[in-house]
């Protein structure tokens, strides 16, 4: 079920409402929010913690049901589908970066960058190279046979985010991508989504409390209280400005 980008908006959001709970305790998280990403660039999502930011994500990830409203990925509406259909579509076309790493502990690093491979059909031997080459891409080549138990935080990190990138997604997620990296590796994990935005038919949108890494984004959208409340286009070289200052 891969598909064929065309040039142009990536992600659609519309009107996209969506509820945690029942009765008195129902909790509105998100709040007829619209958005859109365009292919050929990195969109970054700020705002306090709890305004719907990972909710959002989740939902545009497919990994999660919206009560109401559209989200159309490349032309794909994802309400549309039904859960066997959304699972095909995400494992071609989405890759997804957990802030919680979510890797396998009895996998090595290669395995468990080879899975997104393995899932669509890719040769063993074919998705071990392939994971390999992505491992290169993060510094982590020579950790390939290592399991994630023994790496640290920013390490598994890195692992997430090449098994994330390894079958060339049209469509990257992140949550928290930077959050266990030191400056330099947070660099070049920067450095990597700016080179997938930047391919053809691509586009990256990030969560992050980072403002160290808000120079890569092309636009910033901060949310506050489930709504998408400022859309920011970053001028290369100069420090993003928001009407309202973000909290830290």
Known sequence: MAIDPAKGTAVHVRSV???????????????????EAYTGEIMMLVGPSGCGKTTLLSAIAGTLRIDSGEIDVFGNELQQMRNSALTRFRAANIGFIFQQFNLIPTLSCAENVSVPLLIRGIPASTAKKRAREALDSVGMGDRWNERPGKLSGGQQQRIAIARALVHEPPLVICDEPTAALDAANGEIVLDLFRQVARSANRAVIIVTHDSRIFSYADRIARMDDGRIVEVHHVIPGEAPHFEHELPH
């Open 17 to 35: 409402n969506k509820s945690f709970g029942d009765g008195a305790a129902r909790l509105h998280v998100l709040k007829d929010v619209h958005l």
